[in-house]
């Protein structure tokens, strides 16, 4: 609740309902289905490990990918990560305040990312790389795709809980803060995932083209 003489809007934190395993049933949820999206983007970076240098025809990955403007997306994102532990930091200190601005600078780096996503398929489009062009650009759009739709997913649940803090702060902390906890668990994944992909696709990529 808000204490009145206080530099910042605070609110009580309480604690997370125990259970037989001590973990709350809500982030082992989590944690079954970020292991199972491992499992997904495991055999979509298979399945462009295996597609591609099949391409008969180009363009091919050294003519289309730019990795300066990959790296500085890439940054942004890692950014992301880390406006997402000032956020989680702020809400269990109680600082609501604190909480919304890195929560909201956490989905403005996110949806920044999505920018130089679109930016980058429209680049790629122009110069005739698209998902029907050969199996290069198949396996690389649906792997990549797959990444923003979980991006926008994740910028969607951020701004929502931007949203509900003005409507119910108390929700934001209660359970030491489980709910802002299982956003910040979606989103690391989602930005560890991205550093694999950037690694395996653009980096590693390129160097053997």
């Keep these: 609740m808000e204490q009145a003489g206080s530099h910042h809007q605070t609110v009580e934190v309480g604690h997370a309902p125990s259970t037989t395993t001590g973990i709350d049933h809500r982030k082992m949820l989590i944690w079954a289905f970020l292991a199972s999206e491992c499992m997904f983007f495991g055999s979509f970076i298979a399945t ?3 597609y591609e240098d099949q ?8 003519e289309v990918f730019s990795i300066p403007v990959t790296s500085v997306s890439t940054f942004v994102l890692l950014m992301s990560s880390f406006m997402m532990v000032l956020a989680y930091s702020a809400v269990r200190k109680g600082d609501i305040l604190g909480f919304r601005a890195w929560i909201l600078c956490t989905a403005l780096l996110g949806a920044t ?6 930016y980058e398929f429209t680049e790629f489009a122009q110069q005739g790389l698209t998902p029907r062009t050969n199996l290069f650009g198949s396996s690389f759009f649906t792997l990549t795709g797959f990444h923003g739709a979980h991006v926008t997913v994740g910028v969607i649940w951020l701004l929502s809980l931007f949203g509900y803090s003005y409507i119910n702060p ?3 902390s209660r359970d030491e803060g489980l709910n802002v906890d299982l956003a910040a668990l979606y989103w690391h994944f989602v930005d560890v995932v991205w550093i694999v992909i950037f690694t395996v696709v653009y980096l590693i990529g390129v160097v053997e083209n």
């Excluded at 391409?55 to 050294?62: F, I, K, N, Q």
């Design 170 to 172: 108390s929700v934001l």
């Design 48 to 50: 462009y490990l295996v």
């Design 113 to 118: 990312f999505l920018g130089f996503q679109v």
């Design 55 to 62: 391409s008969l025809v180009g363009p091919y990955p050294a």
